[in-house]
């Protein structure tokens, strides 16, 4: 995974946030933000950005996710119009338009993080 991400990520954090709205972060995912924390950089040829653990609630909170998403969060962004996020109910990895902000607008993608990337890395994202 890592030789994917070309990124200057955040120090680790020593809080043991699990959740976002209620709903668990999976551990993969947790894994990886409790060693890097979030940060930003190139993947492939689009910018990703990652949320770290102590921002990643005012993110949804900002984002109105728990009102208009229910059983998703989101962690970051990916390009400009793209957020990456969870499904907690389909226990799948996600993107979602950031102009629509809504359960019809969750494309569920993979089971894991890493496989999240590897899709993010090729473009394919289709609206």
Not at 2 to 17: R, S, V
Not at 34 to 39: A, F, I, R, Y
Not at 73 to 95: E, M, S, V
Request: hydrophobic content about 35%; proline content about 3%; glycine content about 10%.
């Amino acid at each position: 995974m890592n030789d994917l991400l070309n990124m200057a990520f955040n120090e680790p954090t020593g809080k043991e946030i699990t959740h976002i709205n209620g709903l668990p972060i999976p551990k993969d995912l947790l894994d990886f933000l409790h060693k890097h924390n979030g940060g930003e950089g190139r993947l492939g040829e689009c910018m990703l950005y990652l949320s770290s653990l102590e921002q990643m609630q005012k993110l949804n909170d900002d984002w109105k996710t728990a009102e208009y998403l229910g059983n998703a969060f989101i962690f970051g962004a990916f390009d400009k119009d793209i957020l990456i996020g969870y499904n907690a109910k389909t226990k799948r990895y996600c993107y979602i338009h950031s102009g629509y902000v809504l359960p019809e607008g969750v494309y569920d993608i993979s089971g894991s993080f890493e496989d999240l990337l590897m899709f993010l890395s090729k473009n394919d994202i289709h609206f």
